[in-house]
């Protein structure tokens, strides 16, 4: 992953010792896990989504490896930093989200693989010129949960091709072309599973 500050991948744990182990590892894989009593939908809306002015909706759709059959049942776990470029934190966040903050959020596929996050765009962290991103980790229904190449805008001063996960990037590219309607910046990126990640049939 390009931007790791707050993904440790580390080692493997007992969450997926009972599936097939793709993607690597990856401790911080784990979130996706952290949905609680959630029944998950195709489309969710992150926190502080109604207090943030540059809005965000990410639209797309998950397919096999084929790049052609729609992907159903498959969770999106993202988690991001907020306008000022952190991770925030209320204090009382339980395990992952100590790291990853509270702005994050959880979807799964229907049938036709189509999933929508209401969001707004992060900020590159504090004094640097690491480039804006989302944070992505999938989890398909019979495989270990795996990240995938960040969400990145390819209006951000600061995106380079000199990072990582751009030539390969995991499931597919992740940079995306906004376009703004109705006040809302609208981007929109596919998935394909299993797409430049290692050991994947
Ligand atoms: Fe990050």
């Known amino acids: 992953m390009a931007i790791c500050l707050c993904c440790s991948c580390q080692s493997q744990t007992k969450d997926f010792e009972q599936k097939i182990n793709v993607g690597g590892p990856c401790e911080g894989c784990k979130a996706l896990f ?12 992150l926190p502080d989504f109604a207090v943030n002015d540059s809005k965000l909706k990410i639209v797309g759709r ?13 969770i999106i776990y993202i988690y991001q930093t ?7 934190k209320k204090g009382d ?8 903050g509270y702005i994050r959020g959880w979807v799964k596929t229907g049938a036709d693989g189509k999933y929508t996050f209401y969001t ?5 962290y504090p004094n640097t010129r690491i480039p804006q991103h989302i944070h992505a980790t999938i989890k ?23 990072n990582n996960n751009i030539a390969n990037p995991r499931g597919g590219s992740g940079i995306m072309t906004p376009r ?15 797409k430049n990640i290692p050991n994947y049939e």
């Open 34 to 45: 952290e949905y609680g009593d959630q029944t998950l939908k195709s489309i969710d809306t």
């Open 62 to 74: 998950v397919y096999q490896k084929d790049g052609r059959t729609p992907a159903k049942d498959v």
């Open 82 to 88: 907020d306008n000022k470029g952190i991770y925030p």
């Open 93 to 100: 966040e339980q395990g992952w989200a100590k790291r990853h």
């Open 120 to 124: 707004f765009r992060p900020a590159s």
């Open 140 to 162: 398909e229904p019979d495989k270990n949960a795996y990240y995938i190449a960040d969400y990145r805008f390819d209006d951000d001063p600061y995106l380079s091709t000199e």
């Open 180 to 194: 703004t309607e109705n006040g809302i910046q609208i981007v929109e990126r596919d998935i394909i599973l299993g």
